[in-house]
């Protein structure tokens, strides 16, 4: 997943599609300059109210990513019931309490019943959930509530650890149904694959669950 950068040059597309009001965010963040006894028309905070209303539409286009295109028919039938695992997909999100930014790795497991989802979508179910105000353990919740109903599987399984947030939390764990901890502990004996690029993942022998 690419990093976020912020950058000012988001496509007219990209503005669109996070239907974000740009106009009266922009005022908006220039009247808070104000309460907050700056003068949003000094120099340095000129551009400010754009680029945050601009970071915004970036930041929050999750709530309008239509997840039907996104899965874009990387769904598969499979004969195997193993394991998938997918580890250490980055995420940034913004927690809902504060408006600050928080981030850190998503792991995701899940036993198929006869679906599987490419492998590379999986980073973006993430990046979808994240991508709105959000705390910790609802995202949790919705990464894997999303990826039982597409998937139907036997078993799935999403941690969220959380690397950085002005108010830190533990990590939250979301395993529906119930799965013994063996499973995802035996998954890190050694996948032997790079998942951060969210191009891999690999299945755990059955005899290891
Ligand atoms: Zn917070």
Redesign the pocket.
């Known amino acids: 997943m690419e990093l976020l950068d912020f950058d000012d040059d988001l496509t007219d597309d990209q503005l669109a599609a996070s239907q974000i009001d740009g106009p009266q965010a922009e005022e908006s963040i220039a009247h808070l300059l104000k309460a907050l006894g700056e003068n949003p028309e000094r120099d340095g905070l000129k551009n400010t109210p754009r680029r945050v209303a601009r970071m915004y539409s970036e930041l929050l286009a999750g709530y309008h990513m239509d997840p039907v295109a996104m899965i874009n028919g990387a769904l598969f039938d499979v004969k195997y019931d193993e394991m998938v695992i997918v580890r250490d997909i980055e995420f940034y999100s913004m ?4 408006m ?1 930014p ?1 981030m850190g790795r998503v792991h995701v497991a899940y036993i198929p019943d006869g679906k599987v989802l490419g492998i590379s979508k999986i980073p973006r179910v993430v990046d979808m959930y994240a991508r709105r105000l959000q705390v910790q353990e609802r995202m949790t919740r919705q990464i894997a509530d999303f990826l039982r109903d597409l998937l139907k599987p036997q078993g799935v399984a999403v941690v969220v650890e959380v690397a950085d ?3 830190r939390g533990g990590p939250a764990r979301q395993l529906d149904p119930p799965v013994r901890p063996e499973p995802v502990r035996s998954a890190e004996v050694d996948v032997g694959v790079d998942v951060t690029e969210g191009t891999a993942a690999d299945v755990v022998d059955d005899e290891e669950l």
């Open positions: 927690c809902e309490h504060h600050l928080f947030h002005a108010v």
